[in-house]
């Protein structure tokens, strides 16, 4: 429980030594099996290997909840993914955006909350230095593709050679 520091910390540190020593020790292991393991997957049939991941992904989404619609919601989820891919949007985003999307809206909600003696509460997300650098480097992040583009464009323009057309006398 609470105490388990407190009152048994021997045993409790003996546990996570044990557990540090057992995870460097089995690194070079894991790096001589795993070479091996990566030889056979790389010479195994696709058909064998896709066989056997779709088997494990339906044997994984039935025993989270021992639930058969959690195998069937999965299946449609992994058409829906491929149906994105096909029209060309990531599936990855869009996962992201659902799973991190309540996260975010709570976390919206809270930071409302703790801002309800100002005016607006919505400024406590401009004036904070926190809130301002994190601001700055979301429309950084936005931006820069944009930057890049428009550098690789023009760099590219210098590099090609012109015509008569575009020389001045």
Same mark, same amino acid.
């Given at each position: 429980?609470?105490?388990?520091?407190?009152?048994?910390?021997?045993?409790?540190?003996?546990?996570?030594?044990?557990?540090?020593?057992?995870?460097?020790?089995?690194?070079?292991?894991?790096?001589?099996?795993?070479?091996?393991?990566?030889?056979? =997957? +790389?010479?195994? *049939?696709?058909?064998?290997?896709?066989? %056997?991941?779709?088997? /494990? !992904?339906?044997? $994984?989404?039935?025993?989270?909840?021992?639930?058969?619609?959690?195998?069937?919601?999965?299946?449609?989820?992994?058409?829906?993914?491929?149906?994105?891919?096909?029209?060309?949007?990531?599936?990855?985003?869009?996962?992201?955006? =659902? +799973?991190?999307? *309540?996260?975010?809206?709570?976390?919206? %909600?809270?930071?409302? /909350? !703790?801002?309800? $003696?100002?005016?607006?509460?919505?400024?406590?997300?401009?004036?904070?230095?926190?809130?301002?650098?994190?601001?700055?480097?979301?429309?950084?992040?936005?931006?820069?593709?944009?930057?890049?583009?428009?550098?690789?464009?023009?760099?590219?323009?210098?590099?090609?050679?012109?015509?008569?057309?575009?020389?001045?006398?």
């Amino acid at each position: 429980g609470n105490e388990l520091f407190s009152e048994q910390g021997v045993l409790t540190f003996t546990f996570i030594l044990a557990l540090a020593v057992a995870a460097i020790l089995m690194g070079p292991v894991g790096l001589v099996a795993g070479r091996g393991l990566q030889r056979a =997957v +790389v010479r195994t *049939p696709t058909h064998y290997l896709a066989a %056997g991941i779709a088997v /494990l !992904t339906i044997v $994984g989404a039935y025993a989270v909840r021992n639930n058969p619609l959690d195998v069937v919601l999965m299946i449609l989820l992994g058409l829906a993914g491929f149906g994105l891919r096909k029209v060309g949007l990531p599936p990855p985003a869009i996962v992201l955006g =659902v +799973v991190l999307g *309540p996260i975010i809206e709570t976390g919206l %909600g809270q930071g409302l /909350l !703790t801002a309800t $003696g100002q005016a607006n509460p919505w400024m406590s997300f401009f004036t904070r230095p926190i809130s301002i650098g994190i601001i700055v480097l979301v429309v950084l992040g936005l931006l820069w593709p944009v930057y890049t583009r428009s550098k690789d464009r023009r760099s590219q323009e210098g590099a090609r050679p012109r015509s008569d057309s575009e020389v001045a006398p």
